[in-house]
């Protein structure tokens, strides 16, 4: 049987490709920069296949500068 895509919030019956854009950036605050600070990396890429990218990487001062971006499809 197929599985459906059952939305779980207003914001996913009515604007899908915003919560698929809010849902990445709640992923590259709430998971990846954790596990960036924790395995002490310099630089970190991630792609999830549709699209939406993020680059994490240390500056100088030790502070931490996040590029993210998503793509959507009409």
Do not use: H
Not at 2 to 28: F, H, L, S
């Amino acid at each position: 049987m197929a599985e459906q895509n059952i939305p779980q919030t207003m914001e996913e019956e009515y604007n899908p490709e915003g919560a698929t854009r809010r849902k990445w950036a709640d992923c590259v605050g709430s998971q990846l920069v954790p596990f960036f600070v924790d395995c002490k990396l310099e630089k970190l890429t991630c792609e999830d296949g549709s699209g939406n990218k993020a680059k994490l990487s240390r500056t100088k001062d030790g502070e931490i500068r996040v590029e993210s971006s998503s793509i959507t499809i009409m």
